[in-house]
């Protein structure tokens, strides 16, 4: 239920794992052995990982920008994207900077001559760069900081 999520806090550098095939049970342990938060949006499994003594949190909002929010406001986490420290989305691993050279087909033509700096995902191979979708990636975080500042109001 919460893939969007996943890939945003990966791409803010988080190590998050995803499944949809553990049941209830699974998770909680998983979360516990590994000392991970749970996120979720299951209210009942977060009154079982919690009452098990797991670190788990209910996330709600609509959007992404919302959701962002609320787990900044309470994880203290950076809403920037930090290349250095940025995990590829799809499968967690650290992306590093490739250069322009190595890149070869994995990149239109266009793409290469108009872009300067490149990442690639050591793992699945994926390759990123700041294209038009960064504008939407800053829009959302923008949003999201606007978010946390209302919630710090709230409280
Ligand atoms: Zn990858």
Not at 8 to 28: C, P
Not at 38 to 57: I, M, N, S
Not at 149 to 154: H, I, Q, Y
């Amino acid at each position: 239920m919460l893939g969007k999520l996943t890939r945003w806090l990966r791409i803010l550098g988080h190590n998050i794992k995803y499944s949809n095939d553990l049941d209830d049970a699974e998770l909680t342990v998983i979360a516990k052995k590994e000392r991970r938060i749970l996120l979720t949006r299951d209210l009942e499994l977060y009154q079982q990982a919690t009452a098990k003594g797991v670190d788990a949190f209910y996330v709600e909002g609509k959007t992404e920008a919302e959701r962002l929010a609320q787990l900044a406001e309470r994880f203290g986490i950076k809403l920037e994207v930090d290349m250095a420290t940025s995990r590829c989305p799809k499968c967690n691993t650290r992306v590093r900077q490739i250069s322009k050279e190595t890149i070869g087909e994995k990149v239109e033509k266009s793409t290469l001559s108009y872009y300067d700096e490149f990442w690639e995902c050591p793992k699945c191979g994926q390759v990123y760069w700041r294209g038009a979708h960064w504008t939407r990636i800053r829009k959302t975080l923008e949003a999201a900081k606007g978010n946390v500042e209302k919630l710090r109001k709230k409280n």
